[in-house]
């Protein structure tokens, strides 16, 4: 099976049209900024000095400015420029990390349909999620094709529902609004029909600057004018279970300054409070300490798969769940900060897992 990686870079142009990659560059350029030398930093990256200058030159020409200033007793550090770059191909690897990282699964799995086709893959479609992420990874090392499409959980759910996938990953909060939630998704589920697969508990918060520089405590602040919020797309199991929390307290969403914002992942929510682009957003734990971002926890949720109960006793479900209870897959979800995958494995019938309709 092949292997998909795909990358962000920012490419600059000169005048005369030739094309540089400042990734190729951004390594040297932060070598340099650690150690204060371009000769150890050459060295470092396995470069001569003569061809670590070239690669400098060669960006400054296009840039039009120099990316080193020498400064006395320091040696070589960056200049303003040059600062300016590093931070740009790292928050551009930072902004673009999830949504890359979910195309390249994709990608993979597409490709490797195609050289495979005889192979019985595993469908999923799923509400983005790094256990979900470490269960696409486990199925390509162990060479089990998937076919992985990440959407929000209600679509999800209808794509089950009208057979075009074998999985359909969603989350539920613990508490208060599960059943409003829950009842989004049981007009797609059939009882007779269908099973929840357990992959893990999480929990979801709020996304905040290093410090807490806005002295946000809660939901609450986020009605404050000097808040700006940044949002998950309209019809994900967040989003939903984020208008529920905040009228729980008195606040109207369309109130929230950048509300309105649509992102598709919780790393894109995480980098876009890092880069400062934003001074809070809510997702879950590991994308803030990922980022090295504050976290407050708001609620704890199931993360669930649904699937067809005719199914599980047979390729390709019955390799599936299997490797969901192997202890070397729950080890990998255990790493992630607030995610607990006791239950892993475990399959639930619908009422147990989605509990009672709300009133």
Request: hydrophobic letters at 45%.
């Amino acid at each position: 099976m092949i292997r998909i990686e795909c990358q962000a870079q920012l490419v600059v142009k000169g005048p005369d049209g030739r094309e540089a990659s400042l990734s190729d560059v951004v390594p040297l350029l932060a070598l340099v900024d650690e150690s204060g030398s371009i000769a150890q930093a050459a060295t470092l990256k396995g470069l001569s000095y003569r061809h670590a200058w070239g690669l400098l030159r060669s960006i400054e020409e296009r840039l039009g400015g120099p990316l080193i200033a020498k400064e006395r007793g320091r040696g070589s550090v960056l200049s303003e420029l040059g600062q300016a770059v590093l931070r740009a191909q790292r928050l551009c690897g930072e902004r673009l990390d999830g949504n890359m990282q979910a195309l390249a699964s994709e990608v993979a799995s597409e490709l490797n349909r195609w050289l495979a086709p005889a192979a019985d893959d595993v469908r999923i479609y799923a509400s983005h999620g790094y256990a979900v992420a470490a269960l696409v990874t486990a199925l390509v090392a162990n060479d089990l094709p998937v076919d992985i499409k990440y959407r929000d959980s209600a679509d999800a759910v209808s794509a089950l529902a009208r057979g075009e996938c074998d999985l359909a990953g969603f989350h539920l909060p613990l508490g208060e609004f599960r059943a409003a939630c829950a009842d989004t998704y049981r007009r797609w589920l059939d009882p007779q029909r269908h099973v929840l697969v357990h992959l893990t508990k999480r929990k979801q918060g709020l996304f905040l600057g290093k410090g807490n520089p806005k002295g946000i405590g809660g939901l609450s602040d986020l009605a404050r004018d000097d808040i700006r919020f940044v949002n998950r797309q309209p019809g994900s199991g967040t989003r939903m279970l984020l208008d529920l929390a905040l009228r729980k307290v008195g606040v109207d969403p369309d109130r929230v300054n950048g509300y309105a914002s649509a992102e598709l992942t919780h790393s894109a929510i995480a980098a876009f409070v890092a880069s400062g682009m934003a001074d809070v957003g809510f997702g879950v734990e590991p994308a803030a300490h990922h980022f090295g971002l504050d976290f407050i926890p708001i609620v704890d949720e199931d993360y669930y798969f649904a699937c067809d109960r005719a199914r599980l006793e047979r390729a390709p479900l019955a390799t599936v769940i299997n490797l969901l209870r192997g202890a070397a897959f729950r080890h990998s979800v255990e790493q992630l900060e607030g995610y607990d995958p006791r239950d892993c494995g475990k399959l639930l019938d619908l009422d147990a897992g989605l509990g009672p309709g709300a009133a």
